[in-house]
């Protein structure tokens, strides 16, 4: 049986790629300091003879005995509300931890799939966004802790792939959503849906025309199981290029919800990005990958979750 380390594993996208690889024949070791995940969310793992948890940091050394084929660095605060709570963690695990999981990967001749992220972009100034695009950061910004920790990650890992030949994957994942994302998670859906449910005020930040595109858990997923298990080594998007503004995704979660709250209008964050949707050509020609399940379907399934939550 081949062995997957995940980072991060306890976490929204780490736990649903937990289940994905033991559904796949793979046993799997989850590393999880749980800063920002939770056991809840692979508790019914906890009776297969192939998952083993452990609390750990990933800054520090990691030392698993026995072979591992596969290693899958998940591991870092993924909002602006837990990266600006913890920013030297979030720069340490970018950094440190991604040298560590390349470490290991180099130790033990495993593949390794770098989760990095569409803030690499920054406030894009182009639209969509492709992978040969550089991006606009401003790394001293508060939302720099988070970009410059994906981009730091993605230039070790191609260092380590081209001067230790390390078999490294880097996924640059765009905003996602569905089932376990935490009620204070503090991006747009999970706060949309809380406050509908509970007909607070819809807290929309700027003039709400800044656009999003969101893709459901389980198309993402399906992306980065794809993207491991194939022989690309360039960044590639994992996204829904359905562009949508954040006004407009308000009015649907009230809709849905049928919520009689209100939309109250807050500050524009700094270096907030206008624009985010991901140009997904590489990924649909070399993966043959893209998403399956509308927005609508997945914020069904996602408000139903988090109604079970209240």
């Known amino acids: 049986m081949e062995t997957a380390v995940v980072t991060g594993g306890a976490g929204f996208l780490g736990s649903h790629l937990c289940d994905k690889l033991l559904n796949e024949g793979i046993r799997v070791i989850c590393l999880d300091n749980l800063i920002t995940g939770n056991t809840v969310n692979t508790s019914h793992l906890s009776e297969s003879e192939n998952f083993i948890f452990l609390n750990y940091d990933v800054t520090n050394y990691i030392d698993i005995p026995g072979s591992i084929d596969y290693i899958l660095h998940f591991a870092s605060p993924a909002s602006p509300s837990d990266y600006l ?141 794809k993207l491991l298990m194939s022989d690309l080594t360039e960044p590639v998007n994992l996204g829904n290029p359905e562009e949508i503004t954040v006004n407009e995704l308000a009015d649907e979660i009230l809709k849905l919800t049928g919520s009689t709250s209100k939309v109250a209008f807050r500050e524009l964050p700094e270096n907030d990005p206008k624009v985010r949707r991901p140009d997904i050509r590489r990924a649909k020609i070399k993966l043959s990958w893209q998403p399956k399940i509308k927005r609508e379907e997945g914020l069904v399934k996602t408000i139903k979750y988090f109604k079970s939550k209240i």
């Open 85 to 225: 709570k913890f920013p030297i963690q979030t720069l340490k695990v970018g950094s440190l931890g991604t040298h560590k999981v390349l470490g290991l990967a180099k130790d033990k001749k495993a593949r390794l799939l770098l989760a990095s992220s569409s803030e690499i972009y920054g406030d894009p100034e182009v639209n969509p966004q492709s992978e040969n695009y550089w991006g606009n950061v401003n790394p001293v910004s508060l939302r720099g802790v988070y970009d410059e920790a994906k981009r730091f990650a993605e230039a070790i890992t191609m260092a380590y792939h081209r001067y230790h030949h390390v078999d490294t994957r880097i996924a640059r994942i765009f905003n996602t959503f569905g089932p376990r994302m935490r009620v204070d998670d503090g991006r747009a859906i999970p706060n949309f849906i809380m406050q509908a449910l509970r007909n607070e005020p819809i807290t929309i930040y700027g003039d709400g025309s800044q656009t999003r595109s969101f893709c459901y858990i389980s198309d993402m997923i399906e992306g980065l199981f």
